[in-house]
């Protein structure tokens, strides 16, 4: 029972970490992946190494080809484009929901954090950080749990491509932490319209964003 367990937990160690290292770039779109690699690493057997890769690749993540490789999921400009359809059509729904649900308290956090006027020198990590977590309470608070799913599951695909975002498009940054603002001032006086609206423009411009990262 131990070394199943153990072998559980390798599993959901090696998967954490591909994860992150993919969510957040250190893997590439389109970079391979080495199984040897990651087992010296992670000091885990092949075993749980390849079924954290299989969930992944449920994920869309990964590409697992036969002889081969592994390789990071390439964000096509196609990918972009029905991600943000999507976003655009769910995510203003979930802001009209959560304006009369969300916990305010939370939300006065994320007001401090985007008026801070020191906000421009945190790392772009910790924006890219602090701009999921706020979409995902919004998602939260509207308490659907296949409406969260969803949203999670998108929100990997998204962190990539803010990441690659920003790191061509640097004004972006403060264009976005003026949206959430406006965003946080609608839900905070319960304007369910007002909310839909402030994300829905919000969404607009990042799908802008996004599209400018192809040649």
């Known amino acids: 029972m131990k070394a199943v367990k ?16 993919i969510v957040h770039c250190e893997l590439e779109p ?6 040897q690699e990651l087992i010296a690493e ?11 890769l299989n969930k992944l690749e449920d994920e869309h993540l ?9 390789f990071v999921t390439e964000i096509s400009l ?4 029905d991600i943000y359809t999507l976003r655009e059509v769910v995510e ?5 929901v959560a304006a009369s649900l969300i916990d305010v308290r939370r939300l006065e956090k994320y007001r401090q954090i985007w008026s801070d006027p020191h906000y421009d020198t945190y790392e772009p990590d910790e924006h890219i950080t602090i701009d999921r977590q706020f979409h995902r309470l919004i998602a939260e608070s509207t308490g659907n749990k296949y409406l969260i799913q969803l949203l999670f599951r998108l929100y990997d695909q998204v962190n990539r491509i803010r990441i690659l975002s920003l790191r061509k498009i640097k004004e972006r940054q403060e264009e976005t932490r003026n949206e959430h603002l406006q965003i946080i001032h609608c839900l905070i006086e319960g304007d369910a319209e007002g909310s839909e609206q402030a994300m829905k423009a919000h969404l607009e411009r990042a799908k802008e ?3 400018k990262i192809f040649p």
């Not at 389109?30 to 199984?35: A, H, N, T, V």
Request: charged share 35%.
């Open 6 to 21: 153990k072998e559980k937990n390798l599993k959901e160690k090696a998967y954490d970490i591909i994860k992150h290292k």
């Open 30 to 35: 389109g970079s391979p992946i080495s199984e």
């Open 42 to 52: 992670i000091g885990a057997s092949r075993t749980p190494i390849r079924e954290a």
């Open 62 to 70: 990964i590409r697992i080809y036969p002889k081969r490789g592994i």
């Open 78 to 81: 196609k990918d972009i484009v």
């Open 92 to 96: 203003p729904f979930a802001a009209r």
């Open 209 to 211: 964003t996004a599209l």
